[in-house]
């Protein structure tokens, strides 16, 4: 039997493909999680995640859409230059959402203090309530996402918070 040695190697476009299991580990590795970690942010098994990683599974599309705003980028760039099946990949959002709720309050707190800097130059009794208030409000939620909160990085993210918003208002979080 003759192989003609020319089929044998791989073509360069093909040879340049990562697989999307070493790539969803890269991501993960990078991210700090482990399998079950991620396993929990998708709603899957550890095993699951596991098989995808040694590409003895290939993910649907509302994996690879869930896995994509876990690493906050597009399903498409997730399995771009992979070895994703190109009519899955056809069948792909545009688009997957990003960020996490805490994530998203995270956000409005920066946007509240931005604007309590803003305010800071005006002293009347009315901005001073108002800027009361909003520490009053953001200390409870804080308290309450860090009550709730059983991730490590989301824990780290919310004495961050804490911290910063005391240091606005000059105190320390436990006294407020």
Same mark, same amino acid.
């Given at each position: 039997?003759?192989?003609?040695?020319?089929?044998?190697? *791989?073509?360069?476009?093909? /040879?340049?493909?990562?697989?999307?299991?070493?790539?969803?580990?890269?991501?993960?590795? $990078?991210?700090?999680?482990?399998?079950?970690?991620?396993?929990?942010? @998708?709603?899957?098994?550890?095993?699951?995640?596991?098989?995808?990683?040694?590409? =003895?599974?290939?993910?649907?599309?509302?994996?690879?859409?869930? =896995?994509?705003?876990?690493?906050?980028?597009?399903?498409?760039?997730?399995?771009?230059?992979?070895?994703?099946?190109? *009519?899955? /990949?056809?069948? @792909? *959002?545009?688009?997957?959402?990003?960020?996490?709720?805490?994530?998203?309050?995270?956000?409005?707190?920066?946007?509240?203090? /931005?604007? =309590?800097?803003?305010?800071?130059?005006?002293?009347?009794?009315?901005?001073?309530?108002?800027?009361?208030?909003?520490?009053?409000?953001?200390?409870?939620? @804080?308290?309450?996402?860090?009550?709730?909160?059983?991730?490590?990085?989301?824990?780290?993210?919310?004495?961050?918070?804490?911290?910063?918003? $005391?240091?606005?208002?000059?105190?320390?979080?436990?006294?407020?």
């Amino acid at each position: 039997m003759h192989i003609d040695s020319d089929k044998t190697k *791989p073509s360069p476009r093909r /040879a340049a493909l990562e697989s999307l299991g070493k790539r969803v580990a890269r991501l993960r590795s $990078a991210q700090g999680w482990t399998q079950q970690a991620l396993a929990a942010r @998708l709603a899957v098994s550890r095993v699951a995640v596991s098989h995808i990683e040694m590409d =003895l599974t290939i993910p649907s599309e509302r994996t690879i859409t869930l =896995l994509a705003g876990l690493f906050k980028c597009s399903p498409h760039e997730l399995v771009e230059s992979t070895l994703y099946p190109r *009519p899955k /990949a056809e069948r @792909l *959002p545009a688009v997957a959402c990003c960020y996490t709720p805490l994530e998203l309050e995270l956000a409005l707190l920066e946007n509240d203090l /931005a604007w =309590l800097e803003r305010l800071a130059g005006v002293k009347s009794t009315p901005a001073e309530a108002l800027a009361g208030e909003i520490q009053q409000r953001w200390n409870a939620r @804080l308290a309450d996402w860090a009550a709730d909160s059983i991730d490590e990085r989301e824990r780290e993210s919310i004495a961050a918070a804490q911290l910063k918003l $005391a240091a606005a208002f000059n105190r320390s979080p436990e006294t407020s």
